[in-house]
């Protein structure tokens, strides 16, 4: 919402209200207080409830007993992580997946781990996707975000794009440190 914080409830559940209301396609509210300084209450949540267009939730939040408790409390709700850290925390709890910003340079790692959680009732394959998981954003986190997915992509044959202003791309020498790493990693 607005960049002014702290809003009242009333204001929050206007603000969404409104938008489900005039959307023509099934929304998700999008839990991502780090970057909005507007945390999501449960007690919106509990009031849209049963909007039409209301069908889902991402947690970005990495807080594994928060998305948890929102699993537990809205399981008429598609629930997905938003942090590439707790899947395999999530999933045997009932997220439904994940929208995530590391996907983009790794689809195959993130997909891994919901394919582990799928096909292995053991959870075996799971934990261990997600263990590489682990080692990946070890490394790329280190680089500023959306920088170091344009940087990957390049070097897996995608197009050289850059970020937009007020961002930066990486500089030579955060490239370097970075495909150094991901290869040593066994990443790339």
């Not at 699993?71 to 925390?89: F, N, T, V």
């Not at 919901?114 to 998981?133: C, F, H, I, N, T």
Request: hydrophobic share 40%; proline share 9%; net charge negative.
């Amino acid at each position: 919402p607005f960049f002014v914080k702290n809003p009242s409830p009333l204001g929050l559940y206007n603000y969404f209200k409104a938008l489900l209301d005039s959307a023509d396609i099934p929304l998700l509210l999008y839990h991502i207080p780090a970057f909005t300084a507007v945390p999501i209450p449960d007690e919106l949540i509990d009031n849209l409830l049963g909007h039409p267009n209301l069908v889902g939730m991402k947690n970005s939040t990495g807080d594994i007993a928060h998305t948890v408790g929102w699993l537990e409390k809205y399981p008429q709700l598609a629930l997905y992580s938003g942090s590439d850290l707790i899947h395999e925390h999530v999933y045997p709890k009932g997220a439904h997946g994940c929208i995530s910003g590391l996907s983009n340079a790794f689809p195959e790692l993130i997909s891994a781990v919901w394919q582990g959680y799928s096909e292995d009732p053991s959870l075996v394959k799971m934990r261990e996707a997600q263990q590489r998981v682990l080692v990946m954003a070890e490394i790329v986190r280190k680089y500023p975000f959306v920088a170091n997915n344009k940087t990957i992509l390049a070097h897996r044959g995608f197009p050289r794009f850059h970020v937009r202003p007020s961002l930066v791309d990486l500089t030579p020498e955060q490239e370097d440190c970075l495909i150094g790493e991901l290869k040593t990693a066994g990443l790339l």
